[in-house]
T-cell receptor
Framework: NAGVTQTPKFQVLKTGQSMTLQCAQD?????MYWYRQDPGMGLRLIYYSASEGTTDKGEVPNGYNVSRLNKREFSLRLESAAPSQTSVYFC????????????FGDGTRLSIL | DQQVKQNSPSLSVQEGRISILNCDYT??????FLWYKKYPAEGPTFLIS?????DKNEDGRFTVFLNKSAKHLSLHIVPSQPGDSAVYFCAASAIRGDDKIIFGKGTRLHILP
């Protein structure tokens, strides 16, 4: 019973490199989300997808792109990584109703040098 | 502009005593509130929620209280146990809004032996 799976768990990039963070859920959830967590900043929404084929910007979308490949998978891409994007990235999914709690993956720790 | 505020970055409580974590919100459209718990190197996990039609919700040792007029909610943990040491995030959403949940910055709870 995997829930939400994120890959990779850790990654170090050089400034300017590109990278795609992968996320997959096996709960047949409609909605998927990408967050970043920085010290003292809590969880900030980058992008979300309310259903397959749709994506919307969250609070901090600049420098990122997303793809909802199918109902299971939601990827986050950094086209040209910057040191300010050093963070822990969490993917989450939910049934899609705002009363439904989100289920989170264990995160990807990304360092940009 | 923070819509969900957790003003205490950390809290230390003796094992067996009551832990009270506080959260304030500014957006009057919020009508559903959640608490998440996060251990190091793991994703947040859903703990308990409350709808604005209630002022209290209880689940075992965890109780959430909502004061709508003050735009304030609190999480009570009784009795506190060592495994409760974690970061707790308060979150809020608007049931008739989009599927976004707004998170606070978190409070780190230390349970002292």
């Amino acid at each position: 019973n995997a829930g939400v799976t994120q890959t990779p768990k850790f990654q170090v990039l050089k400034t300017g490199q590109s990278m795609t963070l992968q996320c997959a859920q096996d709960m047949n959830h409609n909605s998927m989300y990408w967050y970043r967590q920085d010290p003292g900043m809590g969880l900030r929404l980058i992008y979300y997808s309310a259903s397959e084929g749709t994506t919307d910007k969250g609070e901090v979308p600049n420098g990122y792109n997303v793809s909802r490949l199918n109902k299971r998978e939601f990827s986050l891409r950094l086209e040209s990584a910057a040191p300010s994007q050093t963070s822990v990235y969490f993917c989450a999914s939910s049934e899609g109703h705002s009363m439904q709690p989100q289920h989170f993956g264990d995160g990807t720790r990304l360092s940009i040098l | 502009d923070q819509q969900v505020k957790q003003n205490s970055p950390s809290l230390s409580v003796q094992e067996g005593r009551i832990s009270i974590l506080n959260c304030d919100y500014t957006n009057s459209m919020f009508d559903y509130f959640l608490w998440y718990k996060k251990y190091p190197a793991e994703g947040p996990t859903f703990l308990i929620s409350i709808s604005s039609i209630k002022d209290k919700n209880e689940d075992g040792r965890f109780t959430v209280f909502l004061n709508k007029s003050a735009k304030h909610l609190s999480l009570h943990i009784v009795p506190s146990q060592p495994g409760d040491s974690a970061v707790y995030f308060c979150a809020a959403s608007a049931i008739r809004g989009d599927d976004k949940i707004i998170f606070g910055k978190g409070t780190r709870l230390h349970i002292l032996p």
